[in-house]
């Protein structure tokens, strides 16, 4: 019977979590809910120079918020906890006490100089750069030396000759020749772990069966597989390796700060939906095997395999992120738009949240639904409805108050005025006949100042429908107030 299958997302978060670390855990995420099996979430904050609290708390939310709910991890617990490494330093310890024991591994007292002219003489040699086995075989005197030089020993594992294979789910068969994997350090000086001696230990001790991760990891797998082997693991208890592709930039270089926006926290402000986020990033590398560019969460479970996963690099492209959130927020019902906007019209103080002022909004979204790709949009398209001290914007105020412009102005108001049924079709049809048969203007020009006028700028919502939500007594006080310019 095969195992129960176990995947984790084991992110070090010293920044916000970025598209590159989603798109992982949320093939890890869909990989264990198509199996069936566990989604396990693991904090490696043992470097707590650039691991803060606030990132892992952000970390923690960003995933809440997308959606990737965890069965084992932070908050929820779990029997292999706990889930951040800094809470885990005495398991590390006992490894790396172990396996000097076993002589895996011994200290290495070299120093960061004597390193850097190893290093320097390598690459004049033009040879593989690493660690020269210096420490390998000390004498108990050449230890006793360099404690009495008041030096420390790191604890470094030893690569034995020969080379490491083991089969990608993505890549296929994987071999490492060890002339290129040099014994590496596990522990610091001051006991502290590294990062290869966490993330073997935590993955066999917390029983995960599959490794789904970023392909940057790719050329640190044999390390960790001499860890399992010096725990004494059997082979077929390591976990299985999938080396996702990288993400790549609209430049085909590596996705980063440079060459487009990395961090979800910036979609998230922006106002993408965290399901058109899923759904894109879905899409960076995996095909549900047609066409289909909608794909659901739910879909995504059902669908996702490993083997639908391409190996080549995946190009990300804001325009269509951009086309399947606006499809996500035109699919959206009223009320679901109505919550997602509210906090952007209050964080950009264009509404305090009054209950008459969302009656307005919530008459408005419908205006607004089909134009806009993300929800940091609508404070500028609505604006209009609710600021109190009303101007046109400096570029447009030119439009309204040339001659021909006070024209349609003057015209307009006479044409409103005795409007009782103040709707955008009776609107509409008085200013058609006057501006547009009777004075014969192009509707471009006509509208044009009217829209000045009512909304203050050049672009606004559908006109004759921002004119009837704004109501006659504001549209008519701002035209006259156009018209006094
Ligand atoms: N903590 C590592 C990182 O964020 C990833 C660990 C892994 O997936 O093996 O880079």
Not at 315 to 328: S, W, Y
């Amino acid at each position: 019977m095969s195992k129960k299958v176990k995947v984790r997302f084991a992110p070090s978060p010293t920044g916000d979590l970025h598209v590159g670390n989603i798109r992982t855990a949320l093939f890890d995420w869909a990989y264990a809910r198509h199996t069936g099996g566990t989604f396990l979430f693991r904090i490696e904050d043992t470097d707590t120079t650039r691991v803060t609290d606030e990132y892992i708390n952000a970390a923690i939310d960003t995933l809440k918020w997308l959606g990737l709910d965890w069965d084992e991890g932070p908050e929820v617990g779990g029997e292999n906890g706990p889930y951040l490494q800094s809470k885990r330093l005495e398991i590390y310890a006992h490894w790396a006490a172990k396996f000097i024991e076993q002589k895996d591994a011994y200290f290495c007292y070299c120093s960061p100089e004597e390193l850097e002219a190893v290093r320097e003489a390598q690459r004049a040699a033009n040879v593989a750069p690493g660690y020269n086995g210096h420490c390998r075989e000390l004498s108990s005197d050449q230890v006793s030396a360099f404690k009495s030089e008041g030096r420390a020993g790191v604890v470094r594992m030893r690569m034995p000759e020969g080379g490491t294979t083991f089969t990608d789910l993505i890549r296929g068969e994987m071999a490492f020749d060890h002339k290129f994997v040099p014994d590496f350090v596990l522990a610091r000086a001051d006991g502290s772990p590294l990062y290869t001696l966490a993330v073997a230990v935590d993955d066999i001790l917390m029983k995960v069966t599959h490794v789904l991760r970023g392909e940057d990891l790719l050329s640190s797998t044999p390390r960790q597989i001499r860890v399992y082997q010096a725990m004494g693991v059997a082979i077929e208890d390591y976990p299985v390796f999938a080396h996702l592709p990288f993400v790549m930039g609209a430049d085909n270089a590596k996705l980063s700060k440079r060459n487009g926006e990395v961090s979800i926290a910036w979609y998230r402000e922006k106002g993408f939906l965290p399901e058109a986020i899923c759904n894109y990033l879905a899409l960076l590398g995996w095909s549900p095997g047609d066409d289909r560019e909608n794909v659901t969460m739910k879909e995504l479970c059902e669908l996702f395999t490993v083997e639908k996963v391409n190996s080549s690099p995946a190009r990300f492209d804001m325009k269509k992120l951009e086309a399947i959130n606006g499809d996500k927020i035109r699919a959206l019902t009223i009320d679901e738009f109505l919550k997602w906007t509210l906090p952007f019209l209050i964080k950009a103080k264009v509404i305090t949240g009054t209950a008459e002022e969302i009656d307005l909004v919530k008459r408005a979204l419908p205006i607004i639904q089909e134009r806009i790709v993300m929800f940091s949009e609508v404070p500028a398209m609505l604006k209009f409805l609710f600021v109190k001290d009303f101007v046109i914007e400096a570029d447009s105020l030119a439009k309204v108050t040339d001659s021909a412009a006070k024209d349609v102005l003057k015209r307009s108001l006479k044409e409103l005025e005795p409007l009782v049924d103040w709707t955008h079709e009776t609107i509409e049809a008085a200013l058609r006949s006057s501006l547009i048969e009777d004075m014969g203007l192009k509707p471009r020009i006509a509208f044009g100042a009217v829209r000045i006028a009512t909304t203050g700028s050049t672009i606004s919502p559908p006109l004759f429908e921002s004119m009837e939500l704004l109501g006659k007594e504001a549209s008519l006080s701002r035209i006259s107030a156009a018209l006094a310019l």
